[in-house]
């Protein structure tokens, strides 16, 4: 079904709750009020149709000629398609109803709404207490008259709250440093002797303030930081970023340019894909996958470095095109490496599939199934290996992928061994468009100039990372810098599923649950929540380190 | 040596205990990570310099778990709001002498962060560092570098400034 008679099938069912209606490219914005939105989203739950990627909300400021409204973006993805609900609130009262029961996904998005833009969200489910550390109540870091100032007061962090847990429920924390991964992340798993009874995580400790930071730099200053908002997958921030800005200012960008793009694309997907398979081995215990996979990881750092000089943030895009060419030299060398690599990757395709030791901590483990993949709003490889055919490259080609069509991998057997499998094909398919790409290279310019200052308007710019599904909103009110930048990134969606598949496995399982979805912190820590958990004999951070600094110089030293 | 912990031990035993001590450590650092805000790109490359390839292994290092049973904390990213007690109680947590590796821009100024709302700053500003690497990120070899010109400063003695900075913490912040 074409993407005009989908958006004339959702036009008519939610009409009598939307007061407007526009459709564009693979664009249908909706104007709604906060009382409608409910049954709007109702309406079109009802059709089944796409899934909620992303929430989105601007701040319009008090500065004519706005009217002072926040306006609330619901953006629901399908294919190439986005179906957007707007929402204006007045800035003085801005509160809208939760559509965590229609969509349970929505809840993450509304969390990040409440805390940083100060909308009241009516029953977000508030089982229990969160609390804001130390950050001072009613400064909300998005509102456009937000000032550091503001934000240096600190606030009282009252007594622990009661804990609402039953009575004889264990909770083990982990994190946040902790040996596991990486990156700092907060979970509290509650048992019942080894099996999970509960699953939570705490976000927060790699939240930068990227989306604000954002507006104070001016358009091309910002590649640099989107570039910085994950170390692993930064060529497809900025290249998300790039795509969104040339589509504002009109900016043709010259096919070789977007070739050199996608190339680095594919070659990031293959290194994070092989860092993934190291990492989530090193969780099972195995590693001599680990290691193996790391040193072969090194191929492709090296073929990077040559292309680009770096080996981490290549720096690749410009507005208007990129900053390397690859010639006939690089691409013998990176053609010889890929080789190298595929000889590798059927090896590892071979191990995951029949070591058995390694299929004991796998096969069966962690199903998310196609219907749970669906409803949570899983994406990337996590929703591949539930058999959920969500794939970027395949669905809106972009880029060079118009011309180089990806070949969709699925998988439907839904558990942890099917999210290697699905991964390490994944690999395959990387060597084979990489390869094509190399040999039907298009020639030409790798630039065109691009305007210092972006026209008005907004753009939705949609990827296919490493993990899944990277969504940018992007407005411009014509200035140098943007009014707005929304990032959303793909380990965030899929938090729910696995935080929800979690419970009912053996604690020691969890590890592998978790890196399963390949998380990453550093893009997904977006909201600044704190809960306090405690009765009336725990102790504060405080009164712990005075007794640790005592107990060691009194006692140890 | 920093500070002795060889309480009850005859003095004329001490020295040649320390001596020992020191001996292993600067032949075996045992190190804990811990990445206050980085974008992960810094602890990719601390992990890729642990790895086959450079293999750090080979100085005697090993990355391990917990804080209580490291002898230096290698840090990544700028500090932020809500990892700054985790990384003070973290650093709390290791037994002394302990020295701390900043690895990466961000943690030397704040890097592309600064002035982001929710940065309180570098790792300076919050613990005292022994050795800084910088690089957006650091080239493994760089880090290598880092971490033997700190195995270099052991056994010139103690790290800088530890002491003062036990006192800073104790009073609290």
Request: proline fraction near 6%; include cysteine.
């Amino acid at each position: 079904m074409s993407v005009e008679t989908d958006f004339l099938r959702i036009q008519g069912s939610v009409a009598p709750w939307v007061s407007g209606s526009r459709t564009a490219e693979n664009r249908l914005d909706m104007d709604t009020s906060a009382e409608r939105l409910v049954p709007a989203v109702t309406a079109l739950r009802s059709l089944s149709w796409g899934y909620l990627s992303a929430i989105t909300g601007f701040d319009s400021g008090t500065a004519a000629p706005s009217d002072g409204h926040i306006e609330l973006l619901y953006h629901f993805c399908n294919g190439p398609a986005v179906a957007t609900f707007r929402v204006k609130v007045p800035r003085e009262d801005p509160s809208v109803p939760s559509i965590g029961p229609l969509v349970p996904s929505a809840v993450m998005y509304e969390r990040e709404l409440a805390e940083t833009m100060g909308v009241k969200v009516a029953g977000l489910p508030k089982k229990r207490q969160f609390l804001s550390d130390d950050w001072p109540e009613n400064v909300y870091p998005l509102r456009k008259d937000f000032t550091m100032e503001s934000a240096a007061a600190t606030r009282e962090v009252g007594p622990a709250v009661g804990s609402e847990e039953a009575p004889g429920t264990f909770i083990i924390p982990i994190g946040p440093q902790h040996p596991a991964l990486k990156e700092p992340g907060h979970f509290e798993l509650a048992v019942d002797g080894e099996i999970v009874t509960h699953a939570d995580i705490r976000l927060g400790y790699v939240h930068r303030g990227i989306e604000k930071g954002a507006e104070d730099r001016s358009w091309v200053h910002n590649i640099y930081l989107m570039e910085r908002i994950c170390g692993i997958c930064s060529h497809i921030h900025a290249t998300a970023y790039v795509l969104g800005v040339e589509s504002l200012s009109g900016v043709a960008v010259p096919p070789r340019a977007q070739t050199v793009r996608t190339i680095f694309c594919e070659m990031e997907r293959i290194h994070s894909h092989l860092l993934w398979l190291g990492v989530a081995a090193h969780q099972a215990g195995f590693d001599t996958l680990f290691m193996y996979s790391w040193r072969d990881r090194e191929t492709i750092m090296d073929l990077l470095e040559e292309l680009s000089g770096n080996r981490v943030n290549y720096s690749v895009n410009l507005l208007g095109g990129v900053k390397y060419d690859i010639d006939g030299k690089a691409a013998d060398s990176v053609r010889r490496g890929l080789d190298f690599l595929e000889r590798r990757t059927t090896h590892y395709l071979k191990i995951v599939t029949t070591d058995e030791s390694f299929l004991r901590r796998t096969r069966g483990v962690g199903a998310i199934t196609f219907d749970q993949a669906n409803l949570l709003g899983t994406i990337g490889p996590t929703a591949r290996a539930s058999g959920v055919s969500r794939d970027l490259r395949v669905e809106a080609p972009y880029m060079a992928y118009r011309d180089f069509p990806v070949r969709p991998v699925l998988d439907s057997r839904c558990d942890l061994e099917a999210r290697f499998v699905v991964r390490i094909n994944e690999l395959f398919e990387s060597y084979r468009l990489i390869r094509e790409m190399l040999d039907h290279m298009p020639a030409g310019e790798l630039a065109v100039p691009a305007p210092r200052k972006v026209p008005e308007g907004e753009v939705i710019s949609r990827v296919e990372a490493p993990r899944g599904e990277l969504f940018y909103y992007i407005r411009s009110t014509g200035g140098v810098k943007p009014d707005r930048v929304k990032v959303r990134t793909p380990s965030l969606c899929n938090w729910a599923a696995v935080l929800s598949v979690a419970v009912g496995h053996k604690l020691a399982d969890i590890p592998m649950i978790m890196v399963g979805i390949d998380p990453c912190f550093s893009c997904n820590d977006r909201s600044i929540t704190l809960r306090r958990r405690g009765s009336a004999e725990s102790w504060s951070w405080e009164d712990l380190r005075a007794y640790g600094i005592s107990y060691y110089a009194g006692g140890g030293a | 040596m920093a500070q002795s912990t060889l309480k009850g031990i005859p003095r004329a035993l001490r020295g040649a205990l320390d001596k020992v001590a020191l001996w292993s450590r600067i032949n075996s650092p045992w190190l804990v990570h811990f990445n206050s805000g980085s974008c992960n790109g810094c602890d990719i490359e601390i992990l890729a310099t642990l790895a086959p390839r450079y293999d750090l292994e080979r100085f005697g290092v090993k990355l391990q778990g917990s804080p209580r049973h490291a002898d230096v904390l290698i840090c990544t990213g700028p500090v932020t709001r809500l990892a700054r007690e985790r990384l003070l109680r973290t650093y709390e947590q290791m037994p002394v002498p302990k020295f701390v590796v900043a690895v990466g821009s961000c943690s030397i100024t704040g890097g592309a962060f600064h002035g982001c709302y929710n940065i309180v700053g570098d790792i300076g500003d919050v613990i005292p560092v022994d050795v800084y690497v910088p690089g957006c990120p650091p080239r493994p070899e760089a880090i290598i570098d880092g971490v033997v010109q700190l195995l270099t400063k052991l056994k010139g003695g103690a790290p800088a400034k530890a002491p003062e900075a036990d006192a800073r913490l104790g009073g609290g912040s």
